[in-house]
């Protein structure tokens, strides 16, 4: 674990990492450090500042922020229904329901983070299936409370249990020591075999739910040196660094005046998944989930990550994918693990620009970092329409100027003529980025515009324009 960090103000100079047992340190020296852990242990080590917990409503005007308690509800609102439709045109895995704030929200900010709980692999297969006994300390009436969860199949008559989750002591581990945070994994681990048990024997449960588990246990074969317990607990949520950028609930959701999430021309990764938030507190309120859990399927889009929010402030030289600078709402939307493998790619993109100029990574020229990320087919912007495994020469232009405004939805029709209309509008964004004045979400703006209005064709395709300027880009100024 990481035990110590030393800087010369704003530039990281080692890191001492300590064996969790046996004592022994090393310490490494760098240029260009990055922190990828779940709980951002070296970042705060580091002094970098962060948060934990929950902002309030107010603080970005997130509708979603503090203490809220969600229920089944469907859109009531024109801007409500406009997001339900938009959200069904997105070329991804589709999720339907919808939910409403319920009284008692009060928006208030706390130090509560989403639960977490193991993901334990179970089998069915008798060669390998361990016996399922009653654990040492079982607690029924506490067992019988925690949220059950179901299995999902995974190849090799294996299952994916991803509950059960003990909400409460998992605050404990965000800013914890290991002591602390063993005695806190281990009260989930004890509440998995504790569930385990219950659900094939317990009379409470349903009598055909008790047959689908009684063939599941868990399998020899999976952690066998760690007593078939996962090495590590989903940590849903710790800290999250305060960087040059907060993404926050805005920044995964539709404008008022746009078919797209906001542009930021220094995207270096996409969000896809939904606003997603387990359970923050035990309270509930009539026909309330518990409090903090909410599944905002249909009123989040493909949002930009911008590269500033894994930049913490005052320090230069360390990059953080994980715990990046984003708010509680808007971490539902981050912390699966394709965003951490995009965005994480792209700051070894960005390690390798600043040791290739001799800067930190806080100075590196973030346009360049976007072209050669686009170039490298990494996702920096989300379209519908294009696939970043086809060598169409034209699909890194689009995302590079994705990043750009040169798009008002999440389609980049490159095979359309492309019209006067947008070719003027194109033209000035293009002048601007050359001038450094380029303001992303307004040139959006008026691509939209230019769009719904009736323009001749220029007897070019969209596509073929945005190569062409893309290749000049690329040339030496």
Same mark, same amino acid.
């Given at each position: 674990?990481? %035990?110590?960090?030393?800087?010369?103000? %704003?530039?990281?100079?080692?890191?001492?990492?300590?064996?969790?047992?046996?004592?022994?340190?090393?310490?490494?020296?760098? !240029?260009?450090?990055?922190?990828?852990?779940? +709980?951002?242990?070296?970042?705060?080590?580091?002094?970098?500042?962060?948060?934990?917990?929950? +902002?309030?409503?107010?603080?970005?005007?997130? *509708?979603?922020?503090?203490?809220?308690?969600?229920?089944?509800?469907?859109?009531?609102?024109?801007?409500?229904?406009?997001?339900?439709? #938009?959200?069904?045109?997105?070329?991804?895995?589709? /999720?339907?329901?919808?939910?409403?704030? $319920?009284?008692?929200?009060?928006?208030?900010?706390?130090?509560?983070?989403?639960?977490?709980?193991?993901?334990?692999?179970?089998?069915?297969?008798?060669?390998?299936?361990?016996?399922? &006994?009653? *654990?040492?300390?079982?607690?029924?009436? /506490?067992?019988?409370?925690?949220?059950?969860?179901?299995?999902?199949?995974?190849?090799?008559?294996?299952?994916?249990?991803?509950?059960?989750?003990?909400?409460?002591?998992?605050?404990?581990?965000?800013?914890?020591?290991?002591?602390?945070?063993?005695?806190?994994?281990? !009260?989930?681990?004890?509440?998995? =075999?504790?569930? =385990?048990?219950?659900?094939?024997?317990?009379?409470?449960?349903?009598?055909?739910?008790?047959?689908?588990? !009684?063939?599941?246990?868990?399998?020899?074969? +999976?952690?066998?040196?760690?007593?078939?317990?996962?090495?590590?607990?989903?940590?849903?949520?710790?800290?999250?660094?305060?960087?040059?950028?907060?993404?926050?609930?805005?920044?995964?959701?539709?404008?008022?005046?746009?078919?797209?999430?906001?542009?930021?021309?220094?995207?270096?990764?996409?969000? +896809?998944?939904? /606003?997603?938030?387990?359970?923050?507190?035990?309270?509930?309120?009539?026909?309330?989930?518990?409090?903090?859990?909410?599944?905002?399927?249909?009123?989040? /889009?493909?949002?930009?990550?911008?590269?500033?929010?894994?930049?913490?402030?005052?320090?230069?030289?360390? =990059?953080?994918?994980?715990?990046?600078?984003?708010?509680?709402?808007?971490?539902?939307?981050?912390?699966?693990?394709?965003?951490?493998?995009?965005?994480?790619?792209? @700051? &070894?993109? @960005? @390690?390798? =620009? #600043?040791?290739?100029?001799?800067?930190?990574?806080?100075?590196?020229?973030?346009?360049?970092?976007?072209?050669?990320?686009?170039?490298?087919?990494?996702?920096?912007?989300?379209?519908?329409?294009?696939? $970043?495994?086809?060598?169409?020469?034209?699909?890194?232009?689009?995302?590079?100027?994705?990043?750009?405004?040169?798009?008002?939805?999440?389609?980049?029709?490159?095979?359309?003529?492309?019209?006067?209309?947008?070719?003027?509008?194109?033209? &000035?964004?293009?002048?601007?980025?050359?001038?450094?004045?380029?303001?992303?979400?307004?040139?959006?703006?008026?691509?939209?515009?230019?769009?719904?209005?009736?323009?001749?064709?220029?007897?070019?395709?969209?596509?073929?324009?945005?190569?062409?300027?893309?290749?000049?880009?690329?040339?030496?100024?």
């Amino acid at each position: 674990f990481i %035990a110590d960090a030393q800087r010369d103000a %704003a530039l990281l100079k080692t890191a001492t990492f300590r064996h969790m047992v046996e004592k022994q340190s090393v310490t490494v020296s760098g !240029k260009v450090f990055a922190d990828c852990s779940y +709980e951002g242990d070296f970042a705060a080590v580091a002094k970098v500042p962060y948060r934990v917990g929950r +902002e309030s409503r107010g603080e970005f005007g997130e *509708p979603h922020a503090g203490v809220v308690y969600m229920g089944r509800g469907s859109p009531q609102t024109d801007a409500e229904r406009r997001q339900s439709e #938009a959200h069904k045109k997105l070329n991804l895995r589709p /999720f339907r329901g919808w939910q409403t704030i $319920l009284p008692g929200s009060t928006g208030e900010g706390d130090s509560h983070v989403q639960a977490f709980n193991y993901r334990t692999i179970l089998t069915d297969d008798p060669a390998i299936r361990l016996p399922v &006994a009653r *654990p040492d300390g079982y607690d029924r009436d /506490f067992i019988a409370g925690l949220e059950k969860g179901s299995v999902v199949e995974i190849p090799n008559r294996k299952f994916g249990w991803n509950r059960p989750q003990v909400v409460g002591p998992h605050d404990d581990y965000v800013e914890g020591d290991w002591a602390t945070r063993q005695r806190v994994m281990d !009260k989930h681990w004890q509440a998995t =075999l504790g569930m =385990l048990y219950f659900l094939q024997n317990d009379e409470s449960v349903p009598a055909q739910q008790r047959e689908r588990w !009684k063939p599941l246990g868990r399998a020899a074969d +999976e952690f066998p040196d760690n007593g078939h317990r996962p090495y590590e607990i989903y940590v849903r949520e710790a800290r999250r660094i305060v960087g040059r950028y907060v993404f926050t609930q805005h920044d995964g959701s539709l404008p008022a005046h746009l078919d797209r999430a906001p542009v930021h021309p220094d995207s270096v990764g996409i969000t +896809e998944w939904y /606003f997603d938030s387990h359970a923050c507190t035990k309270r509930r309120v009539p026909g309330s989930l518990d409090e903090g859990k909410h599944m905002l399927h249909e009123i989040t /889009f493909p949002g930009q990550v911008p590269y500033r929010s894994l930049l913490p402030k005052g320090l230069d030289n360390l =990059l953080v994918p994980v715990c990046l600078s984003s708010t509680h709402v808007a971490w539902g939307t981050i912390r699966l693990e394709p965003t951490w493998m995009n965005v994480a790619e792209s @700051a &070894a993109y @960005a @390690a390798d =620009l #600043a040791l290739e100029t001799g800067v930190s990574p806080s100075d590196i020229d973030s346009d360049a970092l976007l072209q050669r990320l686009a170039e490298g087919r990494v996702m920096i912007t989300f379209f519908n329409d294009l696939d $970043l495994g086809d060598d169409d020469p034209r699909v890194p232009a689009a995302q590079y100027f994705g990043t750009k405004g040169f798009f008002s939805s999440y389609d980049a029709n490159l095979d359309e003529p492309l019209t006067e209309g947008v070719r003027s509008v194109w033209e &000035a964004g293009l002048q601007q980025l050359r001038d450094g004045t380029l303001e992303p979400m307004r040139l959006a703006e008026r691509v939209h515009r230019a769009e719904l209005q009736a323009s001749p064709d220029t007897g070019q395709t969209r596509g073929g324009f945005l190569l062409a300027q893309f290749s000049r880009l690329k040339q030496p100024r």
